[in-house]
Every structure is written in structure tokens, then in C-alpha cells.
């Protein structure tokens, strides 16, 4: 802009100041006319450097415009610079943070895979030891089952010498080996004494007017027990002693009981019923002979379908009259 404000340093105007030179000649008379041509025709110069005023605002305006753009070009350099120059600072230091991390996240999941590949070493060893404890299981459950059944078979044939009876009233002594071998000499009439080891009654005390408690005796013999259990089964009525109904049957074991138990339904279905017979094996198992069919049954509820189909309704509407 000073380049183009110095030609115009001149500060020319529209009405100039006459010179010396010029205020002489106008006090002079007029050139003749034997003057020079050259001389007649002479005329002062106009000057060249006086311009239009718009177009020196123009010129004074392209150039601040220049200016101004070469100042903020330079200045946005400037900051444009000094930001770049923070911005890749703060680049490195997020690549180095980052790489610092990505280093310990790799580490990181090194571990876990190593600690994966041990817990899965170690379940393939669980696994293999879990199957061999299976089967080891299966075997101590096998033999339980086994050593179960044995203990039942010894208890029950431990039992085979005791026989329990119900009804007695309780009194002094009443339980006594003595008092029971007189009571099943006299409730079975028989001609000897009936040789009994020891003998109690089983349960808690009981108050006056209560059920008595049974008696469990056990005999000399396995003979006399069994002799006096097929004359209690036999003897087509109800025993008594001493105007008292009394029942003599078995000692068995308490799971035994409980299998035979479940027949007792079918069982009191099955009495009075005409062509029938019917008895509970040991252990638990009931044998039921209808028309010269015989038929044995483990399980309650099959014996008890079988009863009611075969032998209360024959007919074929059986089962909707059930329903």
C-alpha cells in the first residue's frame, strides 16, 4: 500500500499554483508575430498525475485488502502451527499410552488364557476322575442294596424263633416267659409246655383303657413258633384268652410289614369270597388262586386291578363301573 500511496506523494491538485515563470509571462505583451513558431505555439504542460478520487480509494482499498489477507494468512500460519505442533504431542502421548496399555492388556489376557488352558486341564482331570467316582458309586450302591438285602434275609431269619401276640390285657406279670408259654398252652390246648427263652411287651406305656401292647416272644424252638403260627392260621375262628380275642402272627422285620401291609386292602376285598384263596408269602408276596388260575403279586396296585377285573366284575363293563 505505501508503493501506492508514493505517487501520489506529489499531492497534486486541480487548481496548481502558478510559478514565477508563468506570472512573468502574463505581465509580458503578447508575442509578436515575427516570433518563432515554436515559441507561439508553446503551451504549458497539464500534469499527468491528477487522477479520479474513486479510482485512488479503489487502489487504496485493493491494497489494504491485500495487506490484511497476507497479515491473517500469516497469523492463521502461526496458530495453525503452534496448534499442529500440540496436537501431535498430544498424538504421541496417546500412541505411547495406548501402546503401554495394549502391552498390559496383552499380558493380561496371556494370563487368562494360560489360567483357561489350566482350569481346562484341570476339568479334563475332574472328568475323568468324576466318571471313575461314578462307577465307584454305582458299585458302593450295589453293594448297599447287597448288604441291605442281607441284613433283612439275617434279621428276618433271627425272627424265625419269636412270634408276637396281640389283645393281652396288661397286668402284673402278664408278659412274663412263664405267662406266655401258659397262655399258648391254653388258647391252643396243647399237651406239653411250650418252652419260651424271653418274652416283653414292645411300645411305650399306654394308659388304663388303652389298646394293650403286643407281646413279642421268642421260643425255644423255630418248631414251636412255626407249630403255634399254622395252628393260629388254622384254627378257622378267633382265639381268645381269657373272654379276650387275642391274635398270635409273626415277628417280621419293619420293612417286611410295611410290604405286607399294602396287600391289606386286596385282602379284606378277597375274605368271604366264594371259590378264592388267597395268602401272603413271604416276604411280601400275595398269591391269589381264583377258577384254578393262580397269580402272584409283588405290588399292591396290580393285585388290586387284577381283583377288582377278574374277580368282583368279571363282566366287561367292569371298569366303567369302577369309574
Same mark, same amino acid.
Do not use: P, Y
Given at each position: 500500500m505505501a508503493a501506492n500511496l508514493r505517487k501520489y506523494k506529489f499531492e497534486a491538485s486541480s487548481s496548481p499554483k502558478p510559478s514565477a515563470a508563468s506570472v512573468k509571462s502574463l505581465s509580458d505583451p503578447a508575442p509578436s508575430a515575427h516570433a518563432p513558431a515554436s515559441q507561439a505555439t508553446k503551451a504549458p504542460k497539464a500534469s499527468s498525475s491528477i487522477m479520479d478520487p474513486e479510482t485512488i480509494k479503489a487502489d487504496i482499498l485493493a491494497s489494504l485488502r491485500q495487506d490484511f489477507s497476507a497479515i491473517i494468512k500469516g497469523e492463521m500460519r502461526e496458530a495453525l502451527r503452534d496448534n499442529f505442533e500440540s496436537l501431535k504431542? #498430544?498424538? +504421541? %502421548?496417546v500412541k505411547t499410552e495406548i501402546k503401554n496399555n495394549t502391552a498390559a492388556l496383552r499380558a493380561e489376557v496371556d494370563q487368562v488364557k494360560a489360567n483357561v488352558r489350566s482350569v481346562e486341564d484341570h476339568m479334563s482331570t475332574m472328568s475323568d476322575e468324576m466318571i471313575q467316582a461314578q462307577? #465307584?458309586? &454305582?458299585?458302593? #450302591? @450295589?453293594?448297599? *442294596? =447287597?448288604? *441291605?438285602? *442281607?441284613?433283612?434275609?439275617?434279621?428276618? =431269619?433271627? =425272627?424265625?424263633?419269636?412270634? =408276637?401276640?396281640s389283645g393281652v390285657s396288661e397286668a402284673q406279670g402278664s408278659s412274663t416267659p412263664e @405267662?406266655? &408259654?401258659?397262655?399258648?398252652? +391254653?388258647? !391252643?390246648r396243647l399237651d406239653r409246655e411250650v418252652r419260651v427263652e424271653r418274652s416283653h411287651r414292645i411300645g411305650p406305656v399306654r394308659n388304663a383303657g388303652d389298646r394293650p401292647r403286643v407281646i413279642i416272644a421268642r421260643l425255644n424252638s423255630e418248631g414251636d413258633a412255626e407249630d403255634i403260627l399254622r395252628r393260629a392260621r388254622s384254627g378257622g375262628g378267633q382265639l381268645r384268652y381269657r373272654g379276650s380275642p387275642i391274635a398270635v402272627f409273626p415277628d417280621y422285620t419293619t420293612n417286611v410289614v410295611q410290604a405286607r401291609a399294602a396287600f391289606t386292602e386286596v385282602r379284606r376285598m378277597l375274605r368271604d369270597k366264594p371259590g378264592v384263596r388267597y395268602g401272603i408269602l413271604f416276604p411280601a408276596r400275595l398269591r391269589v388262586t381264583h377258577n384254578?388260575? +393262580? *397269580? +402272584? !403279586?409283588? %405290588? @399292591?396296585t396290580k393285585a388290586m386291578d387284577y381283583v377288582k377285573k377278574i374277580i368282583l366284575f368279571p363282566r366287561e363293563d367292569g371298569e366303567q363301573r369302577l369309574n
Open positions: 504431542t #498430544q498424538i +504421541e %502421548d462307577g #465307584q458309586v &454305582s458299585d458302593l #450302591q @450295589a453293594e448297599v *442294596k =447287597r448288604l *441291605k438285602e *442281607k441284613c433283612e434275609d439275617m434279621e428276618g =431269619r433271627m =425272627r424265625r424263633g419269636n412270634i =408276637r401276640v @405267662a406266655v &408259654s401258659s397262655l399258648l398252652k +391254653e388258647v !391252643f384254578n388260575v +393262580e *397269580k +402272584e !403279586f409283588v %405290588d @399292591a
